[in-house]
Structure formats: C-alpha cells, structure tokens
C-alpha cells in the first residue's frame, strides 16, 4: 500500500508488535456473527472497513479520519482497489477463535483470551503451510475457464441498499464465507510454536468448498490477471460502481 511510513504510528494498535497499516488490511469478526459491526471483538477504528471507508471519503473531496493518511485521490484509489481485493479473502474480514485446548469460543459472549489470537489464519497450521496462505493463492485456472469468470464478473449486481454500507456488506459476505471455511474444522492445542494444528473431517470437499468460494469471490471482486499476482481478488468491478 502507499504511504507506509506516514502510517505507521497514527493509531494505538493492540498488539503493539505491528505497525498501524498492516492493521488497515483486516478485521477479525468471529465466525458466529452474521456480519460486521464495529462494535464487536475483532474490528477496530483502523481495520479494513474503516481504512476502506477513509479512502472513500478522500475520493468524496473529505477528509481521512485521523487513523489514516491519505495524501490524495490517486493514493485513495489505490488503496481502495487494494482493500477491496483483501475483503474478498474470507480471512481476511472473518476469524474462529478458540480456548488453550482447541475448544472453539465465542469471543464476543466474554470468551475470548488474546493470547489464543491466530491472526486471521496465519496461525493456523495445515499440512501445507498456514490457512490464511492458503486462501490468499490463485488457483491455476485454464484460459477458458478466466474468459468465463471475466463474463461472469460482468454481471455482478449492484450492491443492495445504501452507497455507504457497502464495504460493511462486503465485509459481512465474507464473515459468512469465512464461517463456511471452518464448518469441519477440528483443532488441536496450541503448539510450542505458538501456533495452532487446523484439519479438516473431509479434506477433499473442504478443498472442493475453497476452490467454489474463491471463484465466487474472484467474480465478484473483478480481477485483472498479472502474470506475477500471487493474491486474491485484485480488481474492480465493485469498485468501479464508486467512481461510476
């Protein structure tokens, strides 16, 4: 994203080890909400939605509130795309939480101990890496199988309801989809690593049900293929509906 060191230190992040941006890339809404709100354990007043909304109201001639800098419309639109790509990772707007023992909670009943925290998947460990790389890759697509998804793309219905609640819908379209990713899941206890065992009662459908939500969620964020992207999610049919 631009503009990394003017916004590295303009919010009071939690966990004190990473820099106020990185912050600006996620919201961590637990799996038993039907959607977003900021109210809730996870989201915060420099989390996606709210890094998302900032640079909206740059484009708007307004300023970014004081979380974020945005020097002008070109870094907004930027940063928008940016975002609106990551909200279309599941993870990175939806998360499980569970106790020491693997035992899933509900953080925001009064459940929720930070140090179970997994970071939106990064901390989830499978037998290929973490979950959270694991739904940010691509899968290999045939260039018949991309032509249909750009056709597809094409008919993306407007977002219902009102221009401003937009990102919040978005956002809550993922929560669901992420409380999809984690219906046959089990976990393990935390790890000496810190880290924490995730597998799957069905490890072929689960794979079936990834490749069908990415998809999804490809179309509906738009994409432009780069040759070198190893990311989910990178362009802009929704966001062109922002700047008509």
């Given at each position: ?141 045939s260039a018949a199988q991309k032509t249909q998804m750009v056709s597809d793309a094409r008919l993306v219905p407007v977002t219902a309801g009102p221009a401003d609640k937009w990102i919040e819908a978005w956002a809550s379209e993922g929560i669901m989809n992420s409380r999809l990713i984690f219906a046959d899941a089990e976990y393990g206890a935390k790890l000496a690593t810190g880290k924490w065992p995730i597998s799957f009662e ?43």
């Amino acid at each position: 994203m631009p503009a990394v060191s003017r916004n590295w230190s303009n919010c009071v992040y939690s966990s004190g080890t990473r820099g106020c941006h990185e912050s600006y890339h996620f919201a961590d809404i637990a799996i038993q909400r039907n959607g977003y709100a900021d109210d809730r354990i996870g989201a915060a007043k420099h989390d996606i939605v709210h890094a998302a909304n900032a640079a909206i109201a740059v484009l708007r001639g307004m300023p970014s509130p004081s979380s974020f800098s945005i020097k002008d419309k070109k870094e907004a639109i930027f940063i928008l795309a940016h975002l609106i790509g990551d909200m279309h990772q599941p993870l990175h707007v939806g998360s499980v939480y569970f106790d020491a023992d693997g035992k899933v909670v509900d953080p925001d009943a009064g459940t929720y101990d930070p140090a179970t925290e997994n970071r939106g998947g990064n901390d989830l460990v499978t037998g290929a890496g973490n979950l959270h790389s694991e739904w940010d890759s691509i899968p290999d697509y045939s260039a018949a199988q991309k032509t249909q998804m750009v056709s597809d793309a094409r008919l993306v219905p407007v977002t219902a309801g009102p221009a401003d609640k937009w990102i919040e819908a978005w956002a809550s379209e993922g929560i669901m989809n992420s409380r999809l990713i984690f219906a046959d899941a089990e976990y393990g206890a935390k790890l000496a690593t810190g880290k924490w065992p995730i597998s799957f009662e069905d490890p072929a459908l689960h794979v079936q049900d990834e490749n069908q939500i990415k998809r999804g969620q490809l179309i509906k964020a738009g994409f432009v293929w780069r040759n070198c992207s190893t990311r989910f999610g990178r362009e802009l049919v929704r966001l062109v509906a922002w700047i008509g």
